[in-house]
């Protein structure tokens, strides 16, 4: 009898891990045959959170904002972009082109049946939560985090340096950088050819926005351009600035609290 009491319980344990790791393992598998991992936390209205670059969906986990949504009502929605994290690395330039992946956003919406979604991007992230703004009739809202107007230019320098050091030409400037990646241990191709497929949004897709825009950013940081050049270019937007430079803003009670500050103004619309 103790014995099968003993069988029932390793059963219940074994069943439990099984559905803790079924939650948290989720994939999803693209047009292009790209596996994307995701989680989902929380219950309420859905947002996703974009990941910015040389990072993945868990970084989320290090801000403020990821716990304050989730506490707040919100559906917490992360995953890792192709090249990134738990997703497949695909080693071709043209596996990171034409908006694939704000596409694969688009299909993993599609997968769970989410009809209108709100978007915070920061950094990287912000540049393709802007082509969700231009391609998905679903995104209600959206944050562009730690992002200036220069992703606009679709030649931009910045990004085509990134692409050459990468691709293991020597940039003196960003020698740290390249060590970084070879130390942690990154798919350095991968990231190579996100830099290379990497889109733009130009100044008249912006100005045909209407839907309601946030534009936050560190008082310190101007990595990418002017983040007040960017506001202006998005007539719905609010534009916002909080403590912090590039690297450590999203993490800070300050940006959440600006985030959901303004994502609560518009759920009372």
């Known amino acids: 009898m103790r014995f099968l009491v003993f069988l029932c319980f390793l059963f219940a344990v074994n069943t439990a891990w099984s559905q803790s790791e079924a939650l948290h393992e989720n994939y999803f598998v693209t047009r292009d045959r790209v596996k994307i991992y995701y989680e989902i936390a ?15 969906s868990q970084s ?7 716990k304050d949504l989730i506490s707040g009502g919100y559906k917490v929605i992360i995953l890792d ?4 994290g ?15 992946e704000a596409k ?28 969700l703004l231009v391609l998905d009739k679903r995104v209600s809202s959206v944050v562009l985090g730690g992002m200036g107007a220069d992703f606009t230019n679709p030649e931009w320098p910045r990004r085509k ?26 798919d350095q191709k991968a990231l190579a050819y996100m830099q290379y497929g990497q889109p733009s949004t130009s100044t008249a897709e912006l100005l045909e926005i209407k839907k309601p825009v946030l534009v936050i950013c560190g008082t310190a940081d101007e990595d990418n351009g002017s983040s007040k050049t960017l506001a202006s270019m998005i007539p ?34």
């Not at 929380?42 to 959170?49: M, R």
Request: no cysteine; proline share 4%.
């Open 42 to 56: 929380g219950e309420g209205d859905p947002v996703l959170l974009v990941h910015g670059f040389v990072v993945n």
């Open 60 to 66: 989320w986990k290090k801000s403020a904002l990821y």
């Open 81 to 84: 972009l192709r090249g990134n």
């Open 86 to 100: 738990k997703s497949d690395k695909p080693q071709k330039p043209e596996s990171y082109t034409n908006d694939i």
């Open 104 to 131: 694969d956003i688009m299909q993993l919406m599609d997968k769970l049946k989410i009809d209108q979604y709100k978007v915070v991007g920061y950094s990287r992230g912000s540049i393709i939560a802007s082509r």
């Open 161 to 186: 340096l990134f692409y050459r050091a990468l691709m293991g030409e020597p940039v003196e400037e960003l020698k740290g950088f390249i060590d970084y990646v070879k130390t942690s241990g990154l």
């Open 236 to 269: 719905s937007s609010t534009y916002l600035r909080v403590p912090g430079d590039h690297n450590n803003t999203v993490h800070t009670d300050a940006f959440s609290q600006g985030v959901i500050q303004f994502l609560k103004t518009q759920d009372t619309k």
